[in-house]
């Protein structure tokens, strides 16, 4: 059997690329050209053989091709959480990048396992993948991520920088985003504001809470820890934290929230409340327009960072060698009424 032939369910044998090269009266190295992408070959040889292809429903084989050459023409993505919507919009944009790359592409997440995204980046590597988009885990060791590098597996960060600086990374500029958002709920006169967030030692909780500190710092106000609380938003300690704030002698007439988990787990403890304070949420929810009011909102891009990512990604296989990027994309303030909620009397 030729290495480009196989045979179906049926066990008829399936269309070869010398079935092709009869069919449309050229050698079989102009077929090889055609199917590879070869931009010199005549017009009227390439509709020849693009003809010959659909009418015998030739298709190439990929385990050989890969035999020949060692490369897979597929790329990796790994996320922390895909059910996460954010990563859920940024996973769309990737594959639609790869897609139109002619590129497959494997998803795979971590759920905050450190050693999961560990053996999946190396699991990836281990199928001769072209490249990875990649966030990276933020505790233990990292050391792997440059390990793979130095082997010659590319990979894009996204979300978070990558350690060291070791590589492309797309991310938010969470900071400046958080300082402008918090200043809005500053002009519409509150003075304490509330901050929920996700896990305290993660990179964008650490950026989102900075930029919180600067807005309120800015405005001559004194920082209050007992305004602020970390935690995993869905395990039930964000529902604690806001009604000790709330039941407390002087409490927040403002909240911000700092990623959309958070925003969903302070909506819930607010939905039994009578009295409401204004509400400023970083990232965007689908239903945040339906909301009463309407839910405002520092919105992300993440079809924005799932397309540079991936297309820096193609510049690094495609040969480009240059000093690591970090491209930093601005987040956009949403006003749709909770966060313009004046401070009550």
């Given at each position: 059997?030729?290495?480009?032939?196989?045979?179906?369910?049926t066990?008829?044998t399936?269309p070869?690329?010398?079935?092709?090269?009869?069919?449309?009266?050229?050698?079989?190295?102009?077929?090889?050209?055609?199917?590879?992408?070869?931009?010199?070959?005549?017009?009227?040889?390439?509709?020849?053989v693009q003809?010959?292809?659909?009418?015998?429903?030739?298709?190439?084989?990929?385990?050989?091709?890969?035999f020949?050459?060692?490369?897979?023409?597929?790329?990796?993505?790994?996320i922390?959480?895909?059910?996460?919507?954010f990563?859920?919009?940024?996973?769309?944009s990737?594959?639609?990048?790869?897609?139109?790359?002619g590129s497959?592409?494997?998803?795979?997440?971590y759920?905050?396992?450190?050693?999961?995204?560990?053996?999946?980046?190396h699991?990836?590597?281990?199928?001769?993948?072209?490249?990875i988009?990649?966030t990276p885990s933020?505790?233990?060791d990292?050391?792997?991520?440059?390990?793979?590098?130095n082997s010659?597996?590319?990979?894009?960060?996204?979300?978070?920088?990558?350690p060291?600086?070791?590589?492309?990374?797309?991310?938010?500029d969470?900071?400046?985003s958080?300082r402008?958002?918090?200043?809005?709920?500053?002009?519409?006169?509150?003075r304490?504001?509330?901050?929920?967030?996700?896990?305290?030692?993660?990179?964008?909780?650490?950026?989102?809470?900075a930029?919180?500190?600067?807005?309120?710092?800015?405005?001559?106000?004194?920082?209050?820890?007992?305004?602020?609380?970390?935690?995993?938003?869905d395990?039930?300690?964000?529902?604690?934290a806001?009604?000790r704030?709330?039941?407390?002698?002087?409490?927040?007439?403002?909240?911000?929230?700092?990623n959309?988990?958070?925003?969903?787990s302070?909506?819930?403890g607010?939905?039994?409340?009578?009295?409401?304070?204004?509400?400023?949420g970083?990232?965007?929810?689908?239903?945040?327009?339906?909301?009463?009011?309407?839910?405002?909102?520092i919105?992300q891009?993440?079809?924005?960072?799932?397309?540079?990512?991936?297309?820096?990604?193609?510049?690094?296989?495609?040969?480009y060698?240059?000093?690591?990027?970090?491209?930093?994309l601005?987040?956009?303030?949403?006003?749709?009424?909770?966060?313009e909620?004046?401070?009550?009397?």
């Open positions: 059997m030729a290495p480009d032939e196989e045979r179906g369910r066990g008829r399936q070869t690329m010398n079935h092709v090269a009869a069919r449309a009266g050229v050698g079989l190295s102009t077929v090889s050209r055609v199917v590879n992408g070869d931009p010199h070959v005549s017009a009227a040889k390439s509709a020849a003809q010959a292809i659909e009418e015998l429903g030739y298709r190439r084989n990929e385990s050989a091709r890969q020949r050459t060692g490369a897979t023409e597929t790329v990796g993505l790994v922390e959480d895909v059910t996460d919507p990563f859920s919009q940024l996973s769309q990737v594959e639609d990048v790869a897609r139109d790359r497959m592409l494997l998803v795979a997440s759920r905050r396992e450190n050693d999961r995204a560990r053996q999946i980046i699991s990836l590597s281990a199928r001769r993948l072209e490249g988009v990649v933020e505790r233990g990292v050391s792997y991520y440059a390990s793979e590098l010659g597996l590319q990979m894009v960060f996204v979300d978070r920088p990558a060291g600086h070791i590589a492309d990374a797309v991310i938010t969470n900071r400046a958080c402008d958002g918090v200043a809005h709920l500053i002009a519409q006169g509150h304490r504001i509330a901050c929920l967030s996700d896990r305290a030692h993660l990179y964008t909780t650490l950026e989102r809470l930029g919180y500190r600067d807005a309120i710092e800015a405005a001559g106000q004194t920082y209050d820890p007992a305004l602020v609380h970390s935690s995993v938003p395990d039930g300690q964000h529902k604690v806001l009604a704030m709330l039941d407390a002698a002087d409490p927040p007439t403002a909240i911000f929230t700092c959309n988990r958070a925003t969903i302070v909506l819930k607010l939905s039994l409340r009578d009295e409401k304070p204004a509400l400023l970083f990232d965007d929810l689908e239903l945040a327009g339906s909301l009463t009011p309407g839910l405002s909102v919105a891009d993440p079809f924005a960072m799932g397309r540079i990512a991936t297309e820096q990604l193609f510049q690094r296989i495609d040969g060698r240059g000093p690591a990027r970090t491209t930093r601005p987040a956009t303030l949403i006003s749709r009424g909770s966060a909620r004046g401070r009550p009397r």
